[in-house]
RNA sequence: GCCCCUGUAGCUCAGAGGACAGAGCAGGAGCCUUCUAAGCUCUUGGUCGGGGGUUCGAAUCCCUCCGGGGGCGCCA
């Protein structure tokens, strides 16, 4: 049928009369639009009209740049017309032809080189009104990811310091793609590892132990490889008041095993701590030491013998990485018989694996990004489809204060603690900043800018807009309407350009999130909330939704609840708070 | 030297092969007796770092050159 190619070209702007049907199933764009194009292809095949079967074709389809352009277009035509044999727009008329009847859909038309751009009639907009306004935020979420199991490993900051603004980006950048994830159907794990049992921690046990014995009036040094932070001093003092001398007294080994033990537990406490206050709650925390005590780091180096691929030299033994890609092969048992931090490494992924994970996403600073190959390597030799390891990195985070950086290092000590720019900025301002950006692009942040310049940041304008949604709420109670259940309300008077905006940005949610969740970036969905928050803004400036009209009253606070239900969803997915007043 | 990221409006950044390259900020001009002006409208501003190539079509993919950031230990 070709019903859709005569449509108008003309064809209104604003929706028509809202259907009266209603047990219509809404199909999901653009979906629907695809297995149309689909079905219309495979009928020109059969029918002889294309030359060579269009099943493998690589179309898309998706929203069209310019919004005068319809709804969705497609690329269809353009990208069949060589194997076809004709020119894309011919193609393009052919395929507007056959295409079947589809719900909502008003008009197909070929427009410039070949594209057919497709209009959805304003019923469908209504349609996603009543979705969002009745589901709630849960409403766009989709089981895409059902059959996939993924785990997030993300932070995984050693256990010997303060968390700062460079492991908080990863954080929110984990937290975002974890919920992403969810929504889009993933069973998510979210999980910590942290190393409790290596050099690192050696050193900081040493330099806390130094501190400690100076909080005591003890002549003591922190060895110059060890951590110099301030923070140091302080949990010295802190130790040396909670303990006094009851560690000082004992021998050195034992002293030294009890500092590390409290160490560790007051660095994770402050990690939980700064975590939990910007709302990064995680699954599992991840003890390297659990590794070493279940002999899986030894049965990991075993494996690899196993398989072939260890070899001695130098009086170390050595990972042939290289025959896996990586630039060379790596020591894993040092001259003096000790492993090195990746022989843990690679026990803790295949531990990962074996626990199920269809999929492993770990977030690290652009700082490891040398260390992918090697442990990608690892898991090829071990058998392991290294595809199934996924690294996403993110670059660096800056501090300044007033246009000039900061530069940090955690072993110097000279850092700002994320826990300090959370207190100076606020938990969603940080949130939003960090997740704005692309993972890619590298960030600076500067803690006066943000101060002074708190009240323009953008996180306030998607709140706002919320804030906005629950003041009419109130306001309209407190005039004594009650909105009336939604089969009564006649969402037909729905016509003005800014309510039809708001319905179309609605609308992008589901798309957005999957895009979003399918690429992990965190950041399209700042800018989507922006977006639907610009709509909002515009409708509640130019219409006033409460008003004797009470047909038209009720319409439009349905019209603010569903762009609630999207709001709140879009704050909920980049854990941002949703203030009912500002 | 090798590897990764990056170069788009004055600034900060979106844009994973499509139509006329977008947004915020900054600059200019306006909008509050009515539901929150933390808001809205209009507007100025571009050799997508340079050069080749692939393609019907390139900011996007490939090569090369130039600039910026980061990483390259028997440290984690």
Redesign the pocket.
């Known amino acids: 049928m070709a019903i859709v190619s005569r449509c108008r070209r003309d064809a209104p702007a604003v929706p028509c009369p809202a259907s009266r049907e209603v047990n219509v199933p809404a199909p999901a764009y653009p979906e629907t639009i695809r297995d149309a194009i689909s079905h219309a292809l495979g009928s020109l095949y059969g029918d002889g009209s294309l030359p060579s079967d269009p099943a493998e074709w690589q179309f898309v389809v998706e929203r069209?740049?310019?919004r005068?352009?319809g709804d969705w277009?497609t690329?269809a035509a353009?990208?069949g017309a060589?194997r076809a044999g004709m020119s894309p727009r011919h193609l393009a008329a052919l395929l507007v032809e056959h295409l079947p009847e589809v719900p909502f859909l008003v008009s197909a038309e070929i427009?410039?080189?070949g594209?057919v751009?497709f209009t959805l009639s304003g019923d469908w907009y209504l349609e996603v009104l009543r979705r969002a306004a009745t589901e709630g935020p849960d409403h766009a979420r989709t089981d895409d990811g059902a059959g996939e199991r993924i785990q997030v490993e993300f932070v995984s900051v050693?256990p010997n310091g303060p968390l700062h603004i460079g492991h908080a980006r990863g954080g929110v950048v984990g937290d975002v793609i974890a919920r992403l994830l969810g929504y889009v159907g993933h069973p998510v794990q979210r999980e910590y590892y942290y190393?409790d049992a290596?050099?690192?921690m050696t050193r900081y046990a040493a330099s806390l132990d130094a501190a400690y014995r100076r909080a005591l009036g003890e002549n003591a040094e922190i060895p110059e490889d060890g951590y110099h932070g301030e923070y140091v001093t302080e949990w010295g003092a802190e130790l040396a008041a909670e303990r006094g001398d009851a560690l000082a007294v004992l021998p050195e080994g034992d002293r030294l095993a009890e500092v590390l033990a409290w160490g560790l537990a007051r660095a994770m406490g402050d990690i939980e701590e700064t975590l939990a206050m910007v709302r990064i709650p995680f699954d599992a925390w991840f003890s390297e030491q659990t590794l070493h005590d279940r002999g899986e780091v030894d049965e990991a180096l075993r494996r690899l013998e196993a398989a072939g691929y260890l070899y001695r030299e130098?009086?170390?033994t050595w990972f042939r990485s290289s025959a896996f890609g990586d630039?060379k092969d790596?020591?894993v048992v040092?001259?003096?018989g000790r492993y090195?931090?990746i022989v843990p490494d690679i026990a803790y992924h295949l531990d990962k694996f074996e626990r199920g994970f269809d999929r492993v996403i770990n977030i690290w600073g652009?700082?490891?990004?040398?260390?992918i190959p090697r442990l990608k390597a690892s898991l090829e030799a071990l058998g392991f489809d290294p595809g199934r390891l996924e690294i996403v990195?993110t670059?660096?985070v800056n501090i300044a204060r007033a246009g000039e950086p900061v530069r940090m290092s955690t072993r110097a000590g000279e850092f700002i603690t994320f826990r300090e720019v959370v207190d100076e900025v606020g938990a969603d301002a940080v949130r939003y900043f960090l997740a704005a950006?692309?993972p890619?692009?590298?960030?600076?942040f500067d803690l006066d800018e943000a101060k002074r310049q708190s009240?323009?940041n953008?996180v306030?304008?998607l709140q706002?807009a919320h804030?906005?949604m629950?003041?009419?709420e109130d306001?309209a109670a407190g005039q004594g309407v009650r909105r009336l259940p939604l089969a009564d309300t006649d969402l037909s008077l729905l016509v003005h350009p800014a309510e039809i905006e708001v319905l179309k940005q609605c609308d992008r949610l589901r798309e957005e999130v999957r895009e979003a969740a399918l690429?992990r970036?965190p950041?399209?969905i700042t800018?989507y909330g922006?977006d639907v928050a610009?709509a909002f803004?515009?409708f509640?400036?130019?219409?006033?939704?409460?008003t004797d009209d009470e047909a038209l009253t009720h319409a439009r606070l349905w019209l603010v609840e569903a762009a609630k239900s999207v709001m709140l969803a879009t704050l909920g997915l980049l854990g941002i708070t949703a203030p009912d007043?500002?």
Do not use: K, W
């Not at 509640?540 to 409460?546: L, P, S």
């Open positions: 069209p740049r310019d005068t352009h277009a690329n353009l990208v060589g427009a410039g080189p594209f751009n050693n190393n290596g050099a690192q130098e009086g170390a630039e790596r020591v040092t001259s003096d090195t931090y652009a700082d490891h990004h040398g260390y990195i670059q660096l950006y692309s890619d692009t590298p960030i600076t009240m323009d953008p306030y304008y706002y804030a906005r629950r003041s009419l306001y690429r970036a950041h399209r800018a922006y610009t803004h515009r509640y400036t130019d219409c006033r939704i409460v007043r500002m």
